[in-house]
């Protein structure tokens, strides 16, 4: 099975673009499998964020797929087109990230 | 050569008395101590505060003498912990372990953790190896997530700590010797932070990120040893890294921990079954697993039955064993489990029809920084707790001590700390952070090779040359490549942009994991005999003559390795 992704790119003061990526997957894996396989066989600089990888205990991961916010760690990959964008209501920093630390949790280096 | 940052030529300070790095269980409860003893902290974490790390991952027990289930002394959790060690824990740390655990454990009950309860007091579940019910949890797989957020509210209410997040630490500074600080690289910004700090606590738990398939968060690589390492502190029992038996395999599954099958065993009694369909676990007991008649194995012992029926052509289709609860009836298990038997539908999961397929994987390490009953190193200033120190338990530890020491530890080492900050004036000098800052300057774009895919090989190799089971040849091989693919990345940085750059944090990543992986693989290859979580194919069985602890050091970037009698005596409480 192949799945698509379209991911927007870009940092905080560019202009966003869309990048495509075809993978292969099966049956079971999660997106978030998907953007870990991209780094490691396309593109290394592709910017996420994720700490436990699997378990959906550190709510790093969360993203808007298909429009809708969700984690990429629980979301399958499935055949076809399927678009992530970082989440609409958070500051960007860069790709995928987004600042999502409470703001007393933060070095506030940007202000 | 492009620059990665105009911003690194200005970088960030910041001072406190005391500097903890990681934020996990350990680093929370050290920050949390540190400054009840009067200290300004700086909680610095790679990744969000109290989010990473293995205890947000822990979905099962903790071990103490708490007495709430059977009468319970300490020192017979001490006893159990001593014979899971296998003749190298360091008694002082097993005993401050074992006696500090139950006002821990009561302290994280006050501040409402919410320990399951029957009949008016605590539940405690029994353990392979413990001999009484010892293990206590937060129902329904819930452990982890409870803890951390428990330390985090009393970080919320805590004052004098500040806590920044997305800060990798690159190295630890050090004047005359001695620990002034560190230095770091702000991951959203790509911005060196100096941090000068008249004690700092390494709280970044343990390495399992440097195998194939591990249990533990991404960002578990293993960092602190190699900051420690290079620092010039001490690390010990680096050879036994802890692999989980029953590690989830197959059906895939997301949105769960790969360990959480090892509760359901607890409660319900799971068989493990080969290809055959017959349990295996009678065929593979010895003497001194302890027994409690439904889960016999401890877990070094369980791995070696899993690995043993796979190579003799009895695995399950995906290579492990099956974890079967088909004899539990339906409404059982749902009692048991709750919601969590909604989430395993969600996976396609129905234990009532049909079993699981289960294989050993990377868990906990055993090993790592040296330290003495105050958790200092020999580095004045540095001190460290939790699962980034060796020590305790041995050559294999005990289900349920894991997240007990790391608050036990972590209790310890920030009053070491704040003790060591009243004592003495900032040493800080710019100085000590200039070769991190020169680093991150000689940063620069390149093609190949890509870090990612070099982490990935890395962990190839310490799952196939040196995991549960080891021989000579492997180990040389695996030495080797280490030091092939540190040749492959070289000592300059990559780099691909300048805010949130993964390429760079994967580079200073396998900067830290290719020094420790040649820390658990030279040990390794060194110890001729079989102990506990080290496994020597062509070595088989114990050897009294290497009844002895390894000590790794590195000196101008040179790994020494020599042996010491295991320290033996309780600690002063």
């Given at each position: 099975?192949?799945?698509?992704?379209?991911?927007?790119?870009?940092?905080?003061?560019?202009?966003?673009?869309?990048?495509?990526?075809?993978?292969?997957?099966?049956?079971?894996?999660?997106?978030l499998?998907?953007?870990?396989?991209?780094r490691?066989?396309?593109?290394?600089?592709?910017?996420?964020?994720?700490?436990?990888?699997?378990?959906?205990a550190?709510?790093?991961?969360?993203?808007?797929?298909?429009?809708?916010?969700?984690?990429?760690?629980?979301?399958?990959?499935?055949?076809?087109?399927?678009?992530?964008a970082?989440?609409?209501?958070?500051?960007?920093?860069?790709?995928?990230?987004?600042?999502?630390?409470?703001?007393?949790?933060?070095?506030?280096?940007?202000? | 050569?492009?620059?990665?940052?105009?911003?690194?030529?200005?970088?960030?300070?910041?001072?406190?008395d005391?500097?903890?790095?990681?934020?996990?269980?350990?680093?929370?409860?050290?920050?949390?101590?540190?400054?009840?003893?009067?200290?300004s902290?700086v909680?610095?974490?790679?990744?969000l505060?109290?989010?990473g790390?293995?205890?947000?991952?822990?979905?099962?027990?903790?071990a103490?003498?708490?007495?709430?289930?059977?009468?319970?002394?300490?020192?017979?959790?001490?006893?159990?912990?001593?014979?899971?060690?296998?003749?190298?824990?360091?008694?002082?740390?097993?005993?401050l372990?074992?006696?500090?655990?139950?006002?821990?454990?009561?302290?994280?009950?006050?501040?409402?953790?919410?320990?399951?309860?029957?009949?008016?007091h605590?539940?405690?579940?029994?353990?392979?190896?413990?001999?009484?019910?010892r293990?206590?949890?937060?129902?329904?797989?819930?452990?982890?997530?409870?803890v951390?957020?428990?330390?985090?509210?009393q970080?919320?209410?805590?004052?004098?700590?500040?806590?920044?997040?997305?800060?990798?630490?690159?190295?630890i500074?050090?004047?005359?010797?001695?620990?002034?600080?560190?230095?770091?690289?702000?991951?959203?910004?790509?911005?060196?932070?100096?941090?000068?700090?008249?004690?700092?606590?390494?709280?970044?738990?343990?390495?399992?990120?440097?195998?194939?398939?591990?249990?533990?968060?991404?960002n578990?690589?293993?960092?602190?040893?190699?900051l420690?390492?290079?620092?010039?502190?001490?690390?010990?029992?680096?050879?036994f890294?802890?692999?989980?038996?029953?590690?989830?395999l197959?059906?895939?599954?997301?949105g769960?921990?790969?360990?959480?099958?090892?509760?359901?065993?607890?409660?319900?009694?799971?068989?493990l079954?080969?290809?055959?369909?017959?349990?295996?676990?009678?065929?593979?007991?010895?003497?001194?697993a302890?027994?409690?008649?439904?889960?016999?194995?401890?877990?070094?012992?369980?791995t070696y039955?899993?690995?043993?029926?796979?190579e003799?052509?009895?695995g399950?289709p995906?290579g492990?064993a099956?974890?079967?609860?088909?004899h539990?009836?339906?409404?059982?298990i749902?009692?048991?489990?709750?919601?969590?038997?909604?989430?395993?539908?969600?996976?396609?999961?129905?234990?009532?029809q049909?079993?699981?397929?289960?294989?050993?994987?990377a868990?906990?390490?055993m090993g790592?920084?040296?330290?003495?009953?105050?958790m200092?190193?020999?580095?004045?200033g540095?001190?460290?707790?939790g699962?980034?120190?060796?020590g305790?338990?041995?050559?294999?530890?005990?289900?349920?001590?894991?997240?007990?020491?790391?608050?036990?530890?972590?209790?310890?080492a920030?009053?070491?700390?704040?003790?060591r900050?009243?004592?003495?004036?900032?040493?800080?000098?710019?100085?000590?952070?200039?070769?991190?800052?020169?680093?991150?300057?000689?940063a620069?774009?390149?093609?190949?090779?890509?870090?990612?895919?070099?982490?990935?090989?890395?962990?190839?190799?310490?799952?196939?040359?040196?995991g549960?089971?080891?021989?000579?040849?492997?180990?040389?091989?695996?030495?080797?490549?280490i030091?092939?693919?540190?040749a492959?990345?070289?000592?300059?940085?990559?780099?691909?942009?300048?805010?949130?750059?993964?390429?760079?944090?994967?580079?200073?990543?396998?900067r830290?994991?290719?020094?420790v992986?040649?820390?658990?693989?030279?040990?390794?290859?060194a110890?001729?005999?079989?102990?506990?979580a080290?496994?020597?194919?062509?070595?088989?069985?114990?050897?009294?003559?290497?009844?002895?602890?390894?000590?790794?050091?590195?000196?101008d970037?040179?790994?020494?390795?020599r042996?010491?009698m295991?320290?033996?005596?309780?600690?002063?409480?």
């Amino acid at each position: 099975m192949k799945a698509t992704l379209s991911i927007q790119r870009g940092a905080l003061g560019e202009a966003p673009h869309q990048d495509m990526f075809d993978i292969p997957f099966e049956h079971g894996q999660s997106i978030l499998d998907g953007l870990r396989a991209i780094r490691r066989s396309m593109d290394p600089s592709l910017a996420f964020r994720f700490s436990c990888i699997n378990a959906n205990a550190c709510k790093e991961c969360m993203m808007l797929i298909d429009g809708k916010v969700d984690y990429a760690c629980t979301v399958r990959l499935k055949e076809g087109m399927t678009t992530l964008a970082p989440l609409p209501k958070k500051a960007l920093i860069r790709d995928l990230v987004t600042e999502i630390a409470p703001p007393d949790e933060r070095l506030m280096l940007r202000s | 050569m492009t620059s990665p940052s105009p911003n690194t030529s200005v970088p960030t300070h910041l001072e406190a008395d005391v500097l903890v790095i990681g934020a996990g269980g350990a680093g929370m409860y050290a920050a949390l101590e540190a400054a009840k003893g009067g200290a300004s902290v700086v909680l610095a974490d790679r990744s969000l505060i109290g989010r990473g790390g293995a205890t947000v991952m822990a979905q099962m027990t903790v071990a103490a003498a708490l007495g709430e289930q059977t009468p319970d002394h300490w020192e017979h959790h001490f006893a159990d912990t001593l014979a899971a060690g296998r003749g190298l824990c360091d008694e002082r740390l097993a005993a401050l372990l074992c006696e500090d655990g139950p006002q821990r454990l009561r302290e994280m009950d006050a501040w409402k953790v919410g320990w399951a309860r029957e009949d008016g007091h605590i539940k405690q579940a029994q353990a392979p190896g413990h001999d009484r019910p010892r293990c206590a949890y937060v129902d329904f797989l819930s452990t982890g997530p409870a803890v951390s957020k428990t330390l985090r509210t009393q970080l919320n209410n805590a004052s004098g700590i500040r806590r920044i997040g997305d800060l990798t630490i690159v190295d630890i500074a050090l004047r005359d010797g001695e620990a002034c600080g560190a230095t770091g690289l702000h991951l959203p910004t790509g911005q060196a932070v100096t941090l000068a700090a008249k004690a700092v606590v390494i709280a970044t738990g343990g390495l399992t990120g440097l195998y194939r398939r591990n249990s533990a968060s991404s960002n578990m690589g293993g960092d602190g040893y190699a900051l420690a390492l290079r620092a010039g502190a001490e690390l010990i029992d680096m050879e036994f890294v802890q692999f989980f038996p029953i590690g989830h395999l197959a059906p895939r599954l997301v949105g769960m921990d790969p360990i959480m099958w090892d509760p359901f065993r607890y409660k319900l009694g799971g068989k493990l079954l080969n290809s055959e369909m017959r349990e295996f676990e009678t065929d593979y007991a010895t003497k001194d697993a302890r027994s409690d008649g439904t889960y016999r194995l401890t877990r070094d012992l369980a791995t070696y039955a899993i690995t043993k029926e796979v190579e003799a052509g009895r695995g399950s289709p995906a290579g492990g064993a099956y974890l079967s609860f088909q004899h539990v009836p339906e409404a059982e298990i749902r009692k048991a489990f709750g919601p969590v038997v909604d989430r395993l539908a969600e996976n396609g999961i129905d234990l009532a029809q049909r079993p699981v397929e289960v294989a050993p994987i990377a868990h906990y390490h055993m090993g790592g920084i040296r330290v003495d009953e105050m958790m200092a190193t020999g580095v004045p200033g540095l001190f460290a707790c939790g699962e980034a120190v060796g020590g305790a338990n041995g050559a294999n530890r005990l289900s349920g001590n894991a997240i007990t020491e790391a608050f036990v530890f972590g209790a310890r080492a920030g009053r070491s700390a704040a003790e060591r900050a009243k004592q003495n004036a900032s040493m800080w000098s710019a100085d000590a952070a200039k070769p991190v800052i020169d680093l991150l300057r000689s940063a620069s774009k390149r093609d190949a090779p890509n870090p990612a895919a070099v982490i990935v090989k890395l962990q190839a190799v310490m799952a196939d040359d040196v995991g549960p089971f080891r021989a000579d040849t492997k180990l040389r091989s695996a030495i080797s490549a280490i030091a092939q693919l540190k040749a492959d990345i070289g000592d300059t940085p990559f780099a691909s942009a300048e805010s949130f750059d993964p390429v760079l944090a994967d580079w200073l990543d396998l900067r830290n994991m290719l020094a420790v992986a040649q820390s658990i693989a030279v040990p390794a290859l060194a110890r001729t005999e079989s102990r506990g979580a080290h496994q020597r194919d062509d070595h088989l069985g114990l050897n009294d003559a290497w009844s002895v602890n390894q000590i790794v050091s590195m000196s101008d970037g040179d790994m020494t390795l020599r042996k010491v009698m295991p320290t033996t005596g309780k600690a002063a409480a």
